[in-house]
């Protein structure tokens, strides 16, 4: 099975091009994101690896303005490492990624978890930042609003930001407000 997203920047001028493609045994995901919040444009590029239940199994991350790569691998244990296999101790106890430039990390833990109205859960995320290639474990709270056949609400809480997410009936991010919508689906 294949689709494409396409999400447009609402803070400044951005698009990303995503591709899905699942298999009978993972699923994988393929952006480009091209921004500019400056004078000069940003080329990012990643690709995630998942299982068929939406866990990470793979992040890779290239940025052509800043030239920096980031690869993170997330082990049958659990635990993250680099591309040389070394554990990224760091990071121990982070399900989900989300990178700071795509509001489809986002949607990771929202097709992963079960939801209960006003249920919130908090995570433990490995905060990926694009532009500078810096990661860091955060903690981020998901709270199920509400849900019609449709869409689901939720209220996102990370650090002291907060923000509504609107997820289509498939749980994938259609409209973060004053950041992203999705434009094709």
């Known amino acids: 099975m294949q689709s494409t997203l396409v999400w447009k920047s609402l803070e400044f001028f951005g698009i990303e091009y995503v591709g899905l493609t699942q298999t009978e045994s993972e699923i994988r995901v393929i952006s480009t994101i091209i921004k500019s919040e400056t004078a000069k444009p940003e080329k990012i590029e990643y690709s995630l690896t998942l299982t068929l239940d939406w866990q990470v199994k793979q992040l890779y991350v290239k940025n052509s303005r ?43 833990p929202i097709k992963r978890l079960p939801w209960e109205l006003n249920q919130p859960i908090n995570l433990e995320m490995v905060y990926v930042d694009a532009s500078s290639g810096a990661y860091r474990k955060v903690t981020q709270s998901y709270e199920l609003l509400d849900a019609k056949e449709e869409f689901q609400l939720f209220h996102y809480k990370s650090g002291a930001f907060q923000s509504k997410i609107l997820a289509n009936r498939d749980g994938i991010v259609s409209e973060y407000p004053n950041l992203f919508a999705l434009v094709s689906y």
């Open 66 to 108: 800043y030239q920096h790569v980031i690869q993170l691998f997330q082990n049958e244990m659990g635990c993250w490492v680099n591309q040389f296999g070394e554990e990224i101790p760091q990071l121990r106890g982070a399900v989900d990624v989300d990178l700071s430039c795509t509001p489809f990390t986002n949607s990771l």
